[in-house]
């Protein structure tokens, strides 16, 4: 399924996969609703990747149109970490502080709800009307 295997919580994320095929980001939940897999993974050679970062175009094509295609990759790539490291703890998996307290903890949440909430703006800028 995946070509690399899950590297430990904390390190640079190898594109495996593992935490997208298993259960949805907020992000993706925000975006498409409940579905499984997220609509957003993409293949990228033998790495997974978050369509909604590396092609937005394909991926949320009404999305961009009313973001355009730069920021709603730039929004995308912040809000699902893009960059941080494995961020995907599983099960039984030690713990790695120094990582969860210098890259987690500097993280802008106020910034990030704000975000979300252009995000959720756009989508609402795009819905069909009932
Ligand atoms: S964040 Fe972790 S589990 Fe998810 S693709 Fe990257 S390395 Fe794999
Ligand atoms: S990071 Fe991207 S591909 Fe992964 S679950 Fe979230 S929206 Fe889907």
Not at 56 to 74: A, F, N, Q, Y
Not at 111 to 119: D, E, F, K, P, V
Request: aromatic share 6%.
């Amino acid at each position: 399924m995946t070509d690399n295997n899950k590297p430990p919580y904390g390190s640079p994320c190898n594109g495996c996969g593992a935490c997208c095929l298993a259960e949805q980001c907020y992000l993706s939940l925000v975006t498409f609703g409940q579905s499984h897999p997220c609509p957003a993974i993409i293949r990228d050679g033998g790495r997974f990747a978050c369509g909604l970062v590396e092609r937005p175009d394909e991926t949320v094509p009404d999305l961009v149109r009313v973001l355009g295609s730069d920021v709603t990759r730039r929004v995308a790539a912040l809000l699902v970490g893009a960059g941080l490291g494995c961020d995907s703890r599983m099960e039984g998996e030690p713990d790695n502080p120094e990582w969860r307290r210098t890259v987690l903890g500097e993280l802008d949440w106020e910034m990030g709800q704000r975000l979300i909430n252009l995000w959720v703006a756009a989508l609402w800028a795009e819905a069909p009307e009932t």
